[in-house]
Every structure is written in structure tokens, then in C-alpha cells.
């Protein structure tokens, strides 16, 4: 029994000492309208919880209005108004009201402008320096 607690201990020391590169939304990213769209959300679903047992206690209401506020925020940035925007900024969009996008930006943590670059500018960044050693690539192959 010990054998196997210590076994087991040791395949977690290795596992987390692994390098793991994740990105938000899977290993296909996550696009700017999609981000825009679980900010608003975010935002929205706790006041939907905290209104809605005012007009009614049946969880499963509460529940599809939840649902409902997390379609309509995914309706609103991908072919509503939000997707006409050009909105790249997290859905921080210059016609927001100032607390708005205070609180867009305290629940951006993670997205790399806590390190001085945003993630779309890091993205360009890196893709830019992909291009580079491609190119640097094929005119040492010539």
C-alpha cells in the first residue's frame, strides 16, 4: 500500500512538473467575439440568478433564462451589433459605460496585458515571428 502511495505521489511530481501551454477555449483559442460574448455573460448571469427568484422559485426557469442570457450575449457578438462593432478588445468597446468596462477588465486576468501585451498583439506577434523563421528557413535551403 505504501508502494503504491508513493508510486502514485511520484507520477504527480513528474506530471506537474511539466510544461503545459494552455489557451482559453481549447487548442483552437478562442476568437474575440467568443471572449466579448462570456465577459457580457459573465457579468449577466449572476444578476439573472440573483432577479429572477424575485418573480418566480422553480429552478428550471432559472436555469433557461440562464441559458437564455448566454445565447442572446453569443447572438449579439457573432451577427448581431456586437459583430458589426470590430470589437478586438475583450469587449471593451469605447462606447462603454466606464464601470462596465472597469468590470470587463478585472475579469480579463490571464489574457497577457497583465504582462504588458495583449493577446491578440501576442498573437501577431508570434505569428510574425513564425513568417520570419519560415522565410530565414528557406533561404538557408537555397
Known sequence: LLATRVRFLGHLA???????????????????????????AFLLTPLTNLSLPQATKDPTLIFWANLLVTGACY????????????NTG???DASLPGPIKFALQAIDFGAGSER????ETREKLEQR????AQQTNKSEDE
Open 116 to 119: 504588458g501585451l495583449s493577446m
Open 129 to 132: 515571428q513564425a513568417e520570419k
Open 75 to 86: 447572438g449579439w457578438f457573432f451577427i448581431g451589433p456586437g459583430a458589426k462593432s470590430g
Open 90 to 92: 475583450g469587449g471593451l
Open 14 to 40: 513528474v506530471y506537474n512538473s511539466e510544461p503545459t501551454h494552455r489557451k482559453p477555449g481549447g487548442m483552437w483559442g478562442m476568437s474575440s467575439a467568443e471572449k466579448s460574448a462570456l465577459d457580457v
